[in-house]
């Protein structure tokens, strides 16, 4: 057998390049995972203040701040269902210093109604909650059952007036499905957030809200709504308020989705601020006692997902609040041009 031998210096310049390259595919797979933000990061909430989005993103932006090691800047930027802040955090720089949140299903149906040309495929999804609809009434209302509601729906078409957050929020999802599955009209009131929509339930200046159960629980509480029924199957049972009956209840057939909020980062942020997003989600997100102790005393569901299981939790939300729009004749866009089938 023939060969050269090597110098001295030659073996000790194959040892030092030989540990670079094991040192390197050592580091590789949680390379990415070591993004370290050297300026405070901006999570645009595209509701006004006080409301679920508002809410939940707060308690996960302290979070991440004590994980992060920075400050992260929560700004309120509502308007046009939520499409005006998205499209803030859209057009932002892909640099990983601004965020958005709400819910999955309005990132997922904004082309549908026209507002903002997005899709969930330009997002990564980084889920903390669920959240559910309930149908609450001002309690001078006469309404004390939700079947006294569809009977007065029923006997004035078109009149009972109904708060939500605007077109694409998860409370106009909400009175669309419910009105469909009860065969019954209203009339809309649109506010800029949850909270200024539950508040005008309140103030008697519209007679039923269907936001948020987190976004009206105190007011439940303070005896200041009457709820009637939780847009689910199950009943909603929150410490210090009697069990709110499920819709299915009064109308069996009524399908009802998971609707998932959390924050959203744009794809095309560098891999290393995603990949340790990932890992936060996995590792620490999973066991935040913040965000489940917000969860038990709000009345939501405690759901950290990211990545494709994320997409895949929220995306029969998604598929439902798409078709809402386009059988309420509320869509610019066919859902199924989109890539979102009929449920």
């Known amino acids: 057998m023939t060969g050269s031998v090597m110098t001295g210096s030659q ?25 370290k ?6 999570i645009i909430v595209p509701w006004a203040a006080g409301g679920s989005t508002d809410q939940v993103t707060r308690v996960a932006a302290a979070e991440l701040e ?7 800047v929560v700004v309120n930027q509502g308007g046009a269902s939520g499409s005006i802040g998205t ?3 859209l057009e932002a720089p892909k640099d990983g210093y601004t965020w958005t949140a709400g819910a999955a299903k309005d990132i997922g149906t904004y082309a549908v109604s026209g507002l903002l040309d997005t899709k969930m495929a330009d997002w990564n999804f980084y889920l903390t909650v ?5 149908i609450s009434v001002n309690p001078n209302s006469p309404y004390k059952t939700l079947a006294d509601l569809i009977a007065a729906m029923k006997a004035k078409p078109g009149a009972v007036s109904v708060a939500t957050a605007g077109v694409n929020s998860s409370g106009h999802f909400g009175i669309e499905a419910f009105a469909k599955a009860a065969g019954v009209t209203y009339k809309h009131v649109s506010y800029d957030g949850g909270n200024p929509a539950v508040i005008a339930t309140v103030s008697g200046e519209t007679e039923v809200t269907t936001q948020l159960g987190v976004e009206q629980v105190e007011m439940i509480r303070a005896k200041r709504l009457r709820p009637l029924a939780v847009l689910a199957d199950r009943p909603l049972e ?18 009802t989705e998971t609707n998932y909020f959390g924050i959203f980062v744009h794809k095309g942020v560098p891999a290393e601020v995603t990949a340790t997003l ?15 102790k917000y969860a038990t005393e709000k009345g939501a569901l405690f759901g950290v997902e990211h990545g494709e ?13 798409a078709w809402i729009l386009q059988d309420g004749g509320k869509a610019k866009v066919s859902p199924d041009t989109l890539g979102i089938p009929r449920p």
Request: aromatic share 6%; glycine share 8%.
């Open 309 to 321: 299981a994320a997409k895949k939790a929220a995306f029969p939300a998604i598929q439902g609040a």
């Open 66 to 72: 004590g994980i992060l090691g920075q400050k992260i």
């Open 37 to 42: 933000p050297s300026k405070p990061i901006t």
């Open 130 to 134: 669920a959240n559910q609809s309930v």
């Open 11 to 35: 073996l000790i310049r194959a040892a030092v390049a030989g540990f670079a390259l094991g040192a390197i595919a050592l580091a590789a797979p949680g390379a990415y995972a070591q993004w």
């Open 238 to 255: 929150v410490a210090g308020v009697d069990p709110i009956e499920p819709v299915t209840k009064t109308i069996p057939s009524f399908r």
């Open 278 to 292: 990932d890992k936060i989600w996995s590792e620490q997100m999973k066991k935040s006692a913040a965000l489940k």
């Open 87 to 89: 499209k803030s955090a």
